[in-house]
T-cell receptor
Framework: KQEVTQIPAALSVPEGENLVLNCSFTDSAIYNLQWFRQDPGKGLTSLLLIQSSQREQTSGRLNASLDKSSGRSTLYIAASQPGDSATYLC??????????????FGKGTKLTVNP | NAGVTQTPKFQVLKTGQSMTLQCAQDMNHNSMYWYRQDPGMGLRLIYYSASEGTTDKGEVPNGYNVSRLNKREFSLRLESAAPSQTSVYFCASNLRGGEQFFGPGTRLTVL
């Protein structure tokens, strides 16, 4: 059974710092991995989707990498801003979930960027 | 293009009452999902529909029923609400194997 872990559960950094959020998964046979952000009281917003054949994806100040063989993904945020404060979740899609249409989510990392 | 919409935004029920949560997407997506999110438990899949006319159980289906009314709409019904069903409910959708998009959520309290 696929399990997704995000460590740390919470992270606090000063504004302007570059930071890395981690996501690990137990079954490397995945189709893709998706990063989301969730603001308090809101739904999840998709940030990046990385296919299993890709090593990384970039969107603005965000860069997500994927190392399937080691079961890891990282989300790099450059020059962090207070507006980046949110909970960041990763989710994987793969055959071990009993179907290609189900995602398995981590519990997220709560990021606080202090002015 | 509204994306994924959910109604209602908030709801308070008494134990034993029934209600239906509505979800619609305008992105021509094949797959639709219902999740619940609880503190400390993360997101848990209740039911999903990989295509119009099909539905499958997720991790926590007990106490819920779903209907994939057409390609756009996927509803979640609580037949006899219980306090344990107090949660935030999210609907989501994607093209097969593609990026998943979420609705804004329904905050349900069962007294």
């Amino acid at each position: 059974k696929q399990e997704v872990t995000q460590i740390p559960a919470a992270l606090s950094v000063p504004e302007g710092e570059n930071l890395v959020l981690n996501c690990s998964f137990t079954d490397s046979a995945i189709y893709n991995l998706q990063w989301f952000r969730q603001d308090p009281g809101k739904g999840l917003t998709s940030l990046l989707l990385i296919q299993s054949s890709q090593r990384e994806q970039t969107s603005g100040r965000l860069n997500a990498s994927l190392d399937k063989s080691s079961g890891r993904s990282t989300l790099y945020i450059a020059a962090s801003q207070p507006g980046d404060s949110a909970t960041y979740l990763c989710a994987v899609r793969g055959p071990s979930q009993g179907g290609s249409e189900k995602l398995v989510f981590g519990k997220g990392t709560k990021l606080t960027v202090n002015p | 293009n509204a994306g994924v919409t959910q109604t209602p935004k908030f709801q308070v029920l008494k134990t034993g009452q029934s209600m239906t949560l509505q979800c619609a997407q305008d992105m021509n997506h094949n797959s639709m999902y219902w999740y619940r999110q609880d503190p400390g438990m993360g997101l848990r899949l209740i039911y999903y529909s990989a295509s119009e006319g099909t539905t499958d159980k997720g991790e926590v289906p007990n106490g819920y029923n779903v209907s994939r009314l057409n390609k756009r709409e996927f509803s979640l019904r609580l037949e006899s609400a219980a306090p344990s069903q107090t949660s935030v409910y999210f609907c989501a959708s994607n093209l097969r194997g593609g990026e998943q998009f979420f609705g804004p959520g329904t905050r349900l309290t069962v007294l």
